[in-house]
């Protein structure tokens, strides 16, 4: 028999086979949900995107940078109560700059090269969103919860 799959096992399944996630942010006490291209850290604890800092999600993250980021790997059939996952990452975003810059863009980039423009452009920020912690719920009403720093 084997053994459970951890929940880190899952979130590291769930984070390498989707490509996209919903980035909810604040606005004046308004959520606020945008579709995001993401690359995760491999150690899991941080998150990349990329947005153009004339966005409402840029001055969303500006005024209030705690996020939720919702990834999920359903097939919109009935199987999905039983088989899907999806995935609540909450933490705190923040623009980077210089080194760091640069090497979480070349990694979003190796992740998503057809998005190479646009993370190459200037008016483009990269944001690193550091997690502190994930909700994983599977088979419909499991729920698993992993916080990276224990």
Not at 28 to 48: H, K
Not at 59 to 78: C, K, S, T
Not at 82 to 93: I, N, S
Not at 118 to 145: D, H, N, P, T
Request: charged fraction near 30%; glycine fraction near 4%.
């Amino acid at each position: 028999m084997s053994q459970p799959e951890s929940v880190r096992e899952v979130l590291r399944r769930v984070l390498a086979s989707q490509r996209y996630a919903v980035l909810a942010t604040d606005s004046g006490g308004q959520p606020y949900t945008s579709l995001m291209a993401f690359a995760a850290s491999d150690d899991l604890r941080d998150f990349t995107l990329i947005t153009e800092r004339s966005t409402h999600k840029y001055a969303n993250l500006r005024a209030n940078p705690r996020v939720a980021l919702f990834i999920d790997n359903r097939e919109n059939v009935g199987t999905d109560t039983r088989d899907a996952v999806a995935v609540t990452a909450l933490g705190e975003a923040q623009e980077v700059a210089g080194e760091e810059e640069a090497r979480l863009r070349r990694g979003y980039v190796a992740r998503h090269p057809y998005l190479e423009a646009f993370a190459g452009s200037a008016s483009s920020a990269v944001v690193r969103v550091r997690l502190k912690s994930c909700l994983v719920v599977r088979r419909f009403e499991e729920v698993l919860e992993w916080h990276p720093d224990d």
